[in-house]
């Protein structure tokens, strides 16, 4: 099942992609990026300018979509990390908050305890963040005059 999109505040963007900035460099990583469930890139740092990011963003959902399918079929919820070693780059991947996908790439100038380390740090930052946006949400649609406007009533408003 997708998950609905959610709404990025700029406040929040902006600690975000300094959280991401922070881990790429003290995890010596080449790139770094956040993806929420539905394979849309929130935000980047390091040497992304070679990358197609949004194909990355993409499939790295898919992939946690993939795992996930394999994680229950052996009676997980989820695996909520995981590594893939290459000849050159390595990709650590781990799901924050159960919302969105944090990706680090990264060659032989780091190692994968680094990167762990870094990335339990970023990854309680990064949480806290997405409790701070949800509340920002949720407060923002209390008072929202949209709020009581369903599905339904969009679609009798189109009907011929």
């Known amino acids: 099942m997708v998950s609905p999109q959610f709404v990025m505040y700029e406040e929040e963007y902006q600690q975000i992609a300094a959280v991401c900035d922070q881990l790429c460099r003290e995890s010596n990583s080449k790139v770094v990026f956040l993806v929420d469930k539905n394979g849309q890139l929130l935000a980047s740092a390091g040497q992304t300018e070679n990358l ?17 399918g ?33 990706v680090v790439i990264f060659d032989n100038r780091s190692s994968l305890g680094l990167v762990r380390l870094r990335v339990k740090k970023a ?7 997405m409790e701070q ?15 009581e406007i369903t599905d339904e ?5 189109f009907k011929d």
């Open 123 to 129: 990854s309680q930052q990064l949480g806290a963040i």
């Open 70 to 102: 394999l994680a229950k079929l052996i009676g997980e919820r989820e695996f909520s990390i995981l590594f893939h070693e290459g000849e050159r780059d390595n990709l650590h991947i781990s799901i924050v908050g159960g919302r969105v996908i944090l």
């Open 52 to 68: 197609d990011t949004t194909s990355l963003a993409s499939l790295t959902a898919g992939n946690i979509a993939a795992t996930g």
């Open 133 to 147: 946006l949800n509340r920002k949400i949720q407060s923002a649609s209390v008072g929202s005059p949209f709020a």
């Open 153 to 157: 009533d969009i679609d009798n408003l």
